[in-house]
């Protein structure tokens, strides 16, 4: 005999549906899509259709064939995870490719924990992080930022922020990426456009703020702590600042860099806050952010990777059952 177990009184509705926050969230993802249109053309479109119908096609047929249930595809979290997938994609990736890391996205990510609500990773980056350990040249071959091209799998390639702050080949202007002006995934070339998202997802209260400002809060602070501490060492060593010292620390641990580059912006806002994979109380949401901003300075400057964000967040999801052990939110009339 199974039990049902439900929390104390009151119950109140909310208002909120599976179905609303899922196309919620994609209309605020619908600025940085437009960015990525105007820079990559062709190339963003291709990649984007091609992960979110893979990504819904495979979830209707495991929930149909293997599940024996009726599919859900119309909730629209089928359509999030390949939208957020392809946003983690190089614009020029082969279309079998893309295919692929749907399949791994939806098909091992998500729907082998039993389906949306059940899953430990999020599914995207499960994805994502499968394609570039196995696809590592093609996943990273950034493709130069335009004005719509036509080109695909041709695309003009370039180095990331990133992977020139890594390997020590100098670093584009801070605000360059904030804008679109850099290569990058698809989906993370924009950070005003990703801060539109971000207002738009606090004005309809689909997230808060704790997760995205721990997660910046914590790499611009730590950044910040790593250039002032080598700053400090040189001044211990020689007496006086040695400028090569200046310049090198300006380079790697520069905060503006570092929160306008890469997949920081885009990871923070939509897909750490994903709510099956985040802690519950707004404590255990601060701490799984500071968790990620730390991890993510960690590999960027000290790793075989110049970006860490996807791994920092796969990370703390894992650490998400234990943080909701032991910070919990407080009861209805608790003190």
């Known amino acids: ?12 509705h909310s208002g909120d549906s599976i179905g609303r926050n899922m196309y919620g969230v994609l209309a ?16 963003a479109l291709i990649v984007t259709l091609v992960s979110v119908a ?3 096609l495979c979830e209707y047929l495991i929930q149909k064939f293997l599940f024996g249930k009726e599919p859900t595809v119309c909730d629209g979290s089928a359509i999030l995870t390949g939208v957020l997938l392809a946003f983690n994609l190089p614009s020029n990736l082969p279309v079998w490719i893309v295919v692929t890391g749907a399949v791994v996205a939806i098909g091992i990510g998500k729907m082998s924990f039993g389906g949306l609500g059940n899953n430990i990773f999020n599914p995207a980056l499960v994805g994502r992080v499968f394609l570039l350990i196995s696809f590592p040249a093609q996943m990273t071959v950034w493709p130069v930022a335009g004005i719509f091209p036509l080109t695909y799998l041709d695309a003009q390639t370039g180095a990331t922020t990133l992977s020139l702050l890594h390997y020590g080949e100098g670093v584009a202007s801070p605000g360059s990426s904030a804008v679109g002006l850099t290569g990058g995934s698809l989906g993370e070339i924009s950070e005003i456009a990703l801060l539109l998202g971000f207002a738009f997802l606090l004005f309809r209260k689909i997230i808060t703020w704790h997760i995205p400002v721990a997660i910046l809060g914590t790499v611009a ?8 501490g080598n700053m400090f060492y040189a ?12 310049a090198e620390a300006a380079r790697i641990y520069n905060p503006l860099i570092h929160l306008t580059s890469g997949g920081l912006m885009l990871g923070a806002v939509f897909m750490a806050t994903d709510y099956v994979t985040s802690p519950m109380s707004r404590k255990g949401m601060v701490v799984y952010g500071i968790g990620i901003g730390i991890i993510t300075v960690v590999i960027r400057i000290y790793g075989a990777y110049p970006e860490g964000m996807s791994f920092a967040i796969l990370i703390m999801n894992a650490l998400t059952p234990l943080i909701n052990t032991y910070i919990k939110p407080k009861y209805f009339g608790g003190k």
């Not at 005999?1 to 109140?12: A, G, L, N, Q, T």
């Open 221 to 228: 602070v730590f950044t910040a702590l790593l250039f002032a």
């Open 235 to 246: 001044h211990s060593v020689s007496g006086t600042a040695d400028l090569q010292t200046l």
């Open 54 to 56: 893979s990504c819904v």
């Open 1 to 12: 005999m199974k039990k049902m177990i439900i929390s104390p009184s009151p119950h109140i």
């Open 28 to 43: 605020a993802l619908v600025p940085a899509f437009l960015v990525s249109l105007f820079c990559f053309g062709l190339g």
